[in-house]
């Protein structure tokens, strides 16, 4: 379901990032830890179709991401990954409501409210449907993370640090929260952290060495 093979990467052609090769499959859960500077967020862009690997594949879904063109990618990314980022990005004029039925638009999907209210449903955060994202909480934000990386039914769910900046309660809540959201959906989730608490909870990890 998620492959690479011999990805590297250069902000400037000089220093490169050298990555392990990756294969996850279908409906598993990995954790990918490094230390700060390892590339971790670097990975997680690549992966995430977010930036061009200087060398090597990456393969989602029996598609290589790499060989796409830019409009091919932005439609692709839209209806087979799903991404989680350390701190939700809304567009903060908008309510939830709103802001997830822009993810389906904006990956060619239709405008489905069912499934907006069933993925809210899912994540306690049905009430707060109208509300404008700014007007949430930290926790309720990060349920409306999930539900917008879950909304197109990805294939590949990416979690950018989702747990570093949170208390172990909240640590293993969030971390519940994305596990039983991927089973449900049958798909592939890999969280990308530094945070140690998690490295007894997953059986898949895969280790960067500092780069």
Not at 4 to 33: A, M, R, V
Not at 159 to 166: F, G, H, K, R, V
Request: net charge neutral; hydrophobic share 35%; proline share 2%.
């Amino acid at each position: 379901m998620l492959k690479t093979k011999n990805l590297e990467f250069s902000y400037n052609n000089q220093n490169w990032l050298k990555f392990p090769d990756i294969d996850c499959k279908e409906g598993e859960h990995w954790l990918l830890i490094g230390l700060s500077g390892s590339g971790k967020t670097t990975l997680l862009h690549l992966l995430g179709g977010l930036r061009t690997p200087k060398k090597g594949d990456i393969i989602i879904a029996n598609t290589n991401i790499s060989k796409l063109s830019s409009s091919e990618l932005d439609h692709f990314r839209g209806k087979q990954i799903g991404i989680v980022f350390q701190k939700a990005h809304f567009v903060r004029s908008l309510t939830v409501e709103e802001n997830l039925k822009l993810a389906q638009k904006l990956a060619g999907q239709p405008v489905s409210t069912a499934r907006i209210n069933e993925l809210l449903e899912r994540l306690n955060v049905q009430h707060k449907l109208k509300a404008k994202t700014d007007s949430l909480s930290i926790g309720e934000q990060q349920r409306v993370a999930i539900a917008r990386a879950l909304v197109n039914k990805p294939n590949i769910i990416l979690a950018d640090e989702p747990t570093s900046a949170l208390d172990d309660k909240h640590c293993d809540e969030v971390l519940e929260l994305l596990e039983t959201q991927a089973t449900q959906e049958n798909a592939t989730l890999l969280i990308v952290t530094h945070d140690a608490r998690l490295k007894e909870k997953f059986e898949n990890q895969i280790t960067l060495e500092d780069n």
